[in-house]
């Protein structure tokens, strides 16, 4: 089971970035999928989830009405659409499965600068 995130960077704030997660080593399809992001100084916290056919999805309260989640399921990749960044969005973001189900990937880093 492997997650590979890409699509971070420098950006200003009210700024945009779509970060794509690309999975392997399992039914990609069966699988809710989740990005979190991790600040510095502070513990992993839950962005946005997608379920597996990608008709329900639920967003922190802090990002709720800027980001977007999806996926592609023939692509075993899921998305997230960033909009509006703010400062407090600067962290590295992961993707994976809720749980305890593989291991996390190395992330892809979001600085929004003010």
């Known amino acids: 089971v492997q997650f590979v995130e890409s699509g971070g960077g420098l950006v200003q704030a009210g700024g945009s970035l779509r970060l794509s997660c690309t999975a392997s080593?399992?039914?990609?399809?069966?699988?809710?999928m989740s990005w979190y992001r991790q600040a510095p100084g502070k513990e992993r916290e839950s962005v946005a989830s997608i379920s597996d056919a990608g008709r329900s999805t639920n967003y922190a309260e802090s990002v709720k009405g800027r980001f977007t989640i999806s996926r592609d399921n023939a692509k075993n990749t899921v998305y997230l659409q960033m909009n509006s960044l703010k400062p407090d969005d600067t962290a590295v973001y992961y993707c994976?499965?809720?749980?305890?189900?593989?291991?996390w990937g190395q992330g892809t880093q979001v600085t929004v600068s003010s």
């Open positions: 080593g399992f039914t990609f399809r069966n699988y809710r």
């Open positions: 994976k499965v809720p749980g305890a189900f593989g291991a």
